[in-house]
């Protein structure tokens, strides 16, 4: 038997498959992952992939020759942003207000970086086609609840929060995405649990 789950690539024990969802989102996820995300136990990209049919995720690090991004950039149909907090940003709350009821006509996509905030600065500088879309902050994000990695910055999400954030945003809908959030919540209290006494509350509580 393998020591991994098939699906959720996660170890057996640690599978998360039991809290995931399948959700309905009308915009699509596009996940750009570092390679030192991939094995990570406490990586949050794969509850988004699992859990929304058009959500896609790719590895690497120069994403500058990627197909389907140099594609994305030609597509007349197709409206895409980079959430990342670069000189120029938009506000993700004045993007939803200006947009008209997801246009059927109209694909929208979000590209998410999956990695800590200094390999996805080195995935921004290195992929200069990423450079060419526009970017949006989640200027609705409070202080994220990954509560076992810790972040430099003050509003610093995980993959799945900042994916959670972005579609409640652009979708108008609290609850519809709330299971994404459950799913996270639920696999970082069992990493919790599997920590030795102590260890949680001396590392990580502040």
């Excluded at 600065?121 to 526009?134: E, F, G, I, R, V």
């Excluded at 979708?171 to 996270?184: N, T």
């Amino acid at each position: 038997m393998s020591r991994y789950c098939e699906r959720c690539k996660k170890a057996t024990k640690a599978c998360i498959c039991q809290w995931i969802q399948q959700l309905d989102a009308k915009t699509e996820l596009w996940i750009l992952q570092h390679p030192s995300e991939v094995k990570r136990a406490i990586g949050t990209a794969r509850i988004l992939t699992l859990s929304l049919p058009n959500a896609k995720l790719w590895v690497g690090e120069d994403f500058s020759q990627h197909e389907e991004i140099n594609q994305l950039l030609a597509e007349p149909s197709r409206r895409a942003w980079v959430v990342y907090p670069g000189e120029g940003a938009q506000p993700i709350s004045s993007l939803a207000e200006g947009r008209s009821d997801l246009d059927a006509d109209i694909k929208h996509t979000l590209i998410l970086l999956d990695g800590t905030w200094k390999k996805a600065y080195k995935m921004w500088q290195l992929s200069a086609n990423l450079q060419q879309l526009p970017t949006v902050t989640l200027d609705n994000a409070d202080q994220g609840n990954y509560r076992i990695r810790k972040s430099p910055k003050s509003q610093g999400v995980s993959t799945v929060e900042a994916g959670y954030l972005a579609l409640t945003a652009l979708e108008g809908e609290d609850d519809k995405f709330a299971p994404l959030i459950d799913a996270f919540n639920q696999m970082i209290e069992f990493q919790i649990q599997q920590m030795p006494e102590g260890v949680f509350e001396n590392n990580y509580r502040s």
